[in-house]
């Protein structure tokens, strides 16, 4: 499987961003999908979470209530709605899928290029 994702850029504060992440071949019914971000000098840390079967989702606290992930299984796609950005939100964001249902990025063993997301204040 190979991950692409799209969708980064600049933005000011407040603006909203969509993320998308496109699977090369049909994402496994027991896989989870996630979207993770790496600031400069930084560890990576996940953003949010979804399983692929159910839907269900999990997000870090400093998104919650900003960011909505979603997945759309007909075009094996997993998004990520970015509102109300916020220049701490400034990251390189990768999409990652894998069959543990964990928040480290370390039980990913699939990862998209990264994309850039830049939030001026």
């Known amino acids: 499987v190979q991950l692409q994702a799209s969708g980064g850029g600049l933005v000011e504060a407040g603006d909203s961003m969509r993320l998308s992440c496109t699977a090369s071949?049909?994402?496994?019914?027991?896989?989870?999908m996630g979207w993770f971000r790496q600031a400069p000098g930084q560890e990576r840390e996940i953003v949010a979470q979804?399983?692929?079967?159910?839907?269900?989702?999990y997000y870090a606290e400093s998104v919650k209530g900003r960011f909505t992930i979603s997945r759309d299984v007909v075009r094996e796609m997993v998004n990520l709605q970015m509102n109300g950005l916020k220049p701490e939100d400034t990251a390189v964001y990768y999409c990652?899928?894998?069959?543990?249902?964990?928040?480290?990025?370390?039980?990913?063993?699939?990862w998209g290029q990264g994309t850039l997301v830049t939030v001026s204040s």
């Open positions: 990652a899928g894998g069959l543990l249902l964990t928040t480290s990025d370390l039980d990913y063993d699939t």
């Open positions: 071949v049909p994402i496994l019914s027991n896989w989870h």
């Open positions: 979804i399983t692929w079967r159910e839907g269900k989702t």
